[in-house]
Nanobody, 118 residues
Framework: QVQFVESGGGLVQPGGSLRLSCAASASTFRFYAMGWYRQAPGKQRELVARITGGGSTNYADSVKGRFTISRDNAKNTVLLQMNSLKPEDTAVYYC????????????WGQGIQVTVSS
């Protein structure tokens, strides 16, 4: 059984920063890729950042240059540093293992709300 718990969201002004954290239960965490997803109101869930077990990263164009995904394998966590936040970043953010196609391999938890507003 694998579960993920997201934390670190909240309300921030445009241009501000937040750091999200995802705690994973799997002891094999360090061997597989992890991703951050988000779902904005009225929109589909999308993969915004991905990090492989080897540390390679990839980002959606909408967040490239502003968001940084990283991992701490000793703590079974994956982080998402979000800088220069925009109102369009407002969404519920989730972590999950991404498939090759980018879909989530496990069930979705509650996620964490990020609201960017002045």
């Amino acid at each position: 059984q694998v579960q993920f718990v997201e934390s670190g969201g909240g309300l921030v002004q445009p241009g501000g920063s937040l750091r999200l954290s995802c705690a994973a239960s799997a002891s094999t965490f360090r061997f597989y890729a992890m991703g951050w997803y988000r779902q904005a109101p009225g929109k589909q869930r999308e993969l915004v950042a991905r990090i492989t077990g080897g540390g390679s990263t990839n980002y959606a164009d909408s967040v490239k240059g502003r968001f940084t995904i990283s991992r701490d394998n000793a703590k079974n966590t994956v982080l998402l540093q979000m800088n220069s936040l925009k109102p369009e970043d407002t969404a519920v953010y989730y972590c999950n293992r991404p498939s090759v196609s980018g879909s989530g391999l496990y069930g979705w938890g509650q996620g964490i709300q990020v609201t960017v507003s002045s």
